[in-house]
Structures are given as structure tokens and as C-alpha cells.
């Protein structure tokens, strides 16, 4: 922001200040304005008054003459207004940005010299990478065997991060770094270490991510742990018991369930054959107090159908008594 000077010489003063810088938030490529007021604060009338930018900064271009001379203030208190526009590059840096001016003004005789700075901030878009997820192949390696370290990294924040590139420090032979480029907005990639494991124990090491964004380089730093084997553990063989063991104890399961429930049908056919005189003379009983005539033809179809039941619920009895 410009600083208002207000110097009176033999009755000379300007002064410059700026008005306004539109739009507030100037973004990574794009345009704005910046508006500044030439005003005479003095009593005498200066012959010239010129404004001049003086070597602003390479990523902000600037469509207006560098140096704009301002027609005559012919009274106190008068002013004239400068625009100029003026547009980020677009690998222009994100912070603050100064632009040094000069305001001159006086008769041919003599000049008066004042400098200014106008202050613009321009914003960014800030990357944020992390590790989305480790895969390590096989999980459980012996020593000697090749081992595949996969890293998959995210970038979460809103700008766009360039020049990824990872670097596991571990104590193998094989790659330590691989590059992935650019990671924009809402992005990830993988990275692939290979690697042969040649020493056998716990091993941690670290992992750094570097990067730069619109606000510069960035680093993350984590660590990865890695178990080598002396040799290879019998994982396969200790699953396959445990699900031979639950296989057998299912079948056992199965067997006492099945054998109550033949049980329980036997004893409820049972308790229908002991029970069934009962019922036949609670009916007959019933039946007998009231008059019912059937025809002989009647009274055979209804013998034939009992005896039927009768010799069905032997042959099911006998069926579960021999199993």
C-alpha cells in the first residue's frame, strides 16, 4: 500500500496514493487492477507531474507505459486518476509482490522526487500429499528373496503438487527412488521399490516425500517397517489345520443334532401309538351318545385306512429303530 508524503516546497505538493486493487485476491494468472490518485495538496500549481513504475516484477505484466505524464492541476485540492492493469504470470510466485514508483512534479527550474511502493499479494494453491496406503510383497519375505515396496500417495489439498518423488532409505540392494511426476487436486499415483532383502530381522526405515506447489518445496517424512525371515514359516500348513479342525468339529456338531432329532420323532410316534386308544375310546365314548348310521360300505373304507395308518407308522418305527 502506498504511504501518503505530503511536502510543501515554495507552496509545491503532490501526492500519490493508490485508490484501489481490484479484485482483493489475486490469484496464480490472472488479471486485476491497481488504481492510484494523483492529487495536489499544495498552492501553487506545478507545470509537470509524472508517475512512474519503476522495474517492476518479471511475473506480473503490466499493459500500461511504465512511465504516464498528468495533465495540470490547476487548483488546490485537485486530482486525476491512474488504472493501470496489470495480470500474473503463470508461474508467478505466491506471497507478497512490491512494485516501486515515483512521483515527480515541479517547474522547469527545479523537480521534486517522491517514492512509493504499491504492495500486492497474490495467493496460491497449497498441495497436500500423504501416503494413501503400503503394500509390501510378500508381507512375510525370507532372506534373499525380492521384495516389492508400493507406496500409493494422494494429494488432498487444492493446488497441484509437481516433481513428486520418493525415497525409501532402506538398508538393501535395490532402488531407493522412483519419481511420479504431478499429482493435481484429488489425485494419487503409485510408487514400486524393488529390492532383495539380504539381512534377516526387524527393520525400520524412513521414507521422505518430496514435492513443490505454488508456495515452494515441501517435504513428508514417515517410516515403513519390514520383517525378514530366516526362513519360511509354516502359515499355510497352520491355516489348513485350523480349518481341518473346524471341519470335524462341524461333523461332531451335525451328528448330536441329527441323532436328537431322530430321537425326538421316535419318542413323539410312541407317544401317538400309547396314546391312541385313548383317543379312540374318548371318541368312541363321544360318538356312541349320538345315533350315526353308515352303510356297511362306509364302515370298511374307514377299517381300510386305519389299518393303512397303522401299518405306516410301524414301517417308520422300525426304519428309526434299526439306525
Same mark, same amino acid.
Request: hydrophobic share 35%.
Given at each position: 500500500?502506498?504511504?501518503?508524503?505530503?511536502?510543501?516546497?515554495?507552496?509545491?505538493?503532490?501526492?500519490?496514493?493508490?485508490?484501489?486493487?481490484? $479484485?482483493?485476491? @489475486?490469484?496464480?494468472?490472472?488479471?486485476?487492477?491497481?488504481?492510484?490518485?494523483?492529487?495536489?495538496?499544495?498552492?501553487?500549481?506545478?507545470?509537470?507531474?509524472?508517475?512512474?513504475?519503476?522495474?517492476?516484477? =518479471?511475473?506480473?505484466?503490466?499493459?500500461?507505459?511504465?512511465?504516464?505524464?498528468?495533465?495540470?492541476?490547476? &487548483?488546490? *485540492?485537485?486530482?486525476?486518476?491512474?488504472?493501470?492493469?496489470?495480470?500474473?504470470?503463470?508461474?508467478?510466485? $505466491?506471497?507478497?509482490?512490491?512494485?516501486?514508483?515515483?512521483?515527480? &512534479?515541479?517547474?522547469?527550474?527545479?523537480?521534486?522526487?517522491?517514492?512509493?511502493?504499491? =504492495?500486492?499479494?497474490?495467493?496460491?494453491?497449497?498441495?497436500?500429499?500423504?501416503?494413501?496406503?503400503? /503394500?509390501?510383497? $510378500?508381507?512375510?519375505?525370507?532372506?534373499?528373496?525380492?521384495?516389492?515396496?508400493?507406496?500409493?500417495?494422494?494429494?488432498?489439498?487444492?493446488?497441484?503438487?509437481?516433481?513428486?518423488?520418493?525415497?525409501?532409505?532402506?538398508?538393501?540392494?535395490?532402488? /531407493?527412488?522412483?519419481?511420479?511426476?504431478?499429482?493435481?487436486?484429488? +489425485?494419487?499415483?503409485?510408487?514400486?521399490?524393488?529390492?532383495?532383502?539380504? +539381512?534377516?530381522?526387524?527393520?525400520?526405515?524412513?521414507?521422505?516425500?518430496?514435492?513443490?506447489?505454488?508456495?515452494?518445496?515441501?517435504?513428508?517424512? =514417515? *517410516?515403513?517397517? #519390514?520383517?525378514?525371515?530366516?526362513?519360511?514359516?509354516?502359515?499355510?500348513?497352520? @491355516?489348513?489345520?485350523? %480349518?481341518? #479342525?473346524?471341519?470335524?468339529?462341524?461333523?461332531?456338531?451335525?451328528? @448330536?443334532?441329527?441323532?436328537?432329532?431322530?430321537?425326538?420323532?421316535?419318542?413323539?410316534?410312541?407317544?401317538?401309538?400309547?396314546?391312541?386308544?385313548?383317543?379312540?375310546?374318548?371318541?368312541?365314548?363321544?360318538?356312541?351318545? !349320538?345315533?350315526?348310521?353308515?352303510?356297511?360300505?362306509?364302515?370298511? +373304507?374307514?377299517?381300510?385306512?386305519?389299518?393303512?395308518?397303522?401299518?405306516? !407308522?410301524?414301517?417308520? %418305527? +422300525?426304519?428309526? /429303530?434299526?439306525?
Amino acid at each position: 500500500m502506498i504511504t501518503s508524503v505530503n511536502a510543501l516546497n515554495a507552496g509545491y505538493c503532490v501526492t500519490a496514493e493508490v485508490s484501489d486493487i481490484s $479484485p482483493s485476491s @489475486i490469484g496464480i494468472g490472472e488479471e486485476f487492477t491497481v488504481g492510484v490518485q494523483i492529487e495536489n495538496c499544495g498552492d501553487e500549481m506545478p507545470e509537470y507531474v509524472s508517475f512512474e513504475l519503476l522495474n517492476p516484477p =518479471t511475473d506480473i505484466t503490466i499493459k500500461e507505459p511504465l512511465v504516464i505524464n498528468i495533465s495540470k492541476l490547476y &487548483y488546490g *485540492n485537485s486530482e486525476r486518476f491512474i488504472t493501470y492493469h496489470m495480470k500474473t504470470t503463470e508461474d508467478a510466485s $505466491p506471497g507478497t509482490h512490491v512494485i516501486k514508483t515515483r512521483l515527480s &512534479y515541479g517547474r522547469s527550474e527545479f523537480s521534486i522526487i517522491k517514492n512509493y511502493n504499491i =504492495t500486492i499479494e497474490v495467493i496460491g494453491d497449497k498441495a497436500e500429499l500423504s501416503i494413501a496406503s503400503v /503394500k509390501i510383497d $510378500p508381507v512375510l519375505p525370507v532372506k534373499g528373496e525380492t521384495v516389492e515396496l508400493t507406496l500409493r500417495i494422494e494429494n488432498t489439498g487444492d493446488g497441484t503438487a509437481k516433481s513428486v518423488s520418493v525415497y525409501a532409505d532402506h538398508p538393501f540392494q535395490g532402488l /531407493k527412488q522412483s519419481f511420479i511426476g504431478a499429482l493435481d487436486s484429488d +489425485e494419487d499415483g503409485p510408487v514400486v521399490l524393488t529390492f532383495i532383502v539380504d +539381512e534377516v530381522g526387524e527393520f525400520e526405515f524412513p521414507v521422505t516425500i518430496s514435492y513443490y506447489d505454488d508456495f515452494g518445496d515441501n517435504e513428508i517424512k =514417515t *517410516n515403513v517397517s #519390514l520383517n525378514v525371515l530366516k526362513k519360511k514359516s509354516n502359515i499355510g500348513g497352520i @491355516i489348513f489345520a485350523i %480349518l481341518i #479342525l473346524a471341519a470335524f468339529g462341524w461333523g461332531i456338531y451335525y451328528f @448330536i443334532k441329527t441323532k436328537k432329532s431322530k430321537d425326538k420323532i421316535i419318542q413323539q410316534l410312541l407317544q401317538g401309538e400309547n396314546s391312541k386308544p385313548e383317543k379312540l375310546e374318548e371318541t368312541t365314548e363321544k360318538t356312541s351318545k !349320538k345315533p350315526i348310521k353308515k352303510s356297511h360300505k362306509e364302515k370298511e +373304507e374307514r377299517e381300510k385306512k386305519e389299518r393303512r395308518m397303522s401299518e405306516f !407308522k410301524r414301517e417308520i %418305527l +422300525e426304519k428309526y /429303530k434299526n439306525k
